[in-house]
């Protein structure tokens, strides 16, 4: 049988693309590029991690760099996904709910290794357009961050404040997104592994809470 074969043929004699089988290739990539960087990567190593041929992945996407950018956009979901979840179940945005969104991301982190793994090893992107993305990930976030405060501490957003405002915020989405891996790497293998994961939760929402909310410094425990 042709690599067509496995391809459904619509009315219009076109052939069409198979869901699962796209789907089963950006998971293999995602498993290939959370072990290899994306210089080292082959569209052989995904296509073997998947059980197909080359030529297979090549029917569904046009190489690696589109199958690198496709995995890396639906990490970056999967990440969003679980802190959206936790926004819209909040009974108001703020500082207690930023606090609950840290958490949601720690555990996203925790209960998806090879993600996690897969933006550790590639944080701010391996491509044109990955990184594109994930610019537009971090400013998504950073502009969300403004829901936190009170109507009372939101300035207007065509003014000074406002942009200050939007720098720390930024600033504080970017220090959350190098202080997480770090955090969770030395947690799993390195001096944080003996620490109750809790712990560990709790002192970066300590740590993070305050900048996010704009504050110069943690209140004293």
């Known amino acids: ?45 995904i296509a073997g991690e998947c059980g197909v041929a080359p030529t297979a992945v090549y029917y569904h996407f046009g190489g690696k760099e589109e199958l690198f950018d496709q995995a890396f956009e639906n990490c970056l979901a999967g990440f969003s996904a679980m802190i959206d979840s936790v926004r819209a179940s909040a009974l108001r945005l703020d500082e207690a709910a930023l606090r609950e969104v840290i958490y949601a991301g720690w555990a996203w982190w925790r209960t998806h290794p090879v993600e996690a793994r897969f933006l550790t090893l590639h944080l701010n992107g391996a491509t044109p357009q990955s990184r594109r993305l994930y610019e537009a990930w971090q400013e998504r976030h950073a502009q969300r961050a403004f829901d936190y405060l009170s109507e009372d501490d939101r300035a207007p957003r065509s003014s000074r404040r406002a942009r200050e405002q939007y720098a720390v915020r930024l600033l504080g989405n970017r220090f959350l997104g190098a202080l997480l891996p770090i955090s969770q790497t030395a947690w799993l293998e390195g001096s944080l592994s003996r620490l109750p994961v809790a712990k560990v939760e709790a002192a970066l929402a300590d740590i993070l809470v305050p900048i996010m909310m704009g504050e110069s410094r943690p209140e004293a425990v």
Request: no cysteine; proline share 4%.
């Open 1 to 45: 049988m042709t690599e067509g074969s496995e391809i459904e043929s619509g009315g219009t004699g076109r052939p069409a693309h198979r869901p699962s089988r796209r789907s089963e290739i950006v998971r293999a990539a995602t498993n290939v590029f959370s072990r290899l960087t994306y210089a080292e990567a082959t569209v052989e190593d």
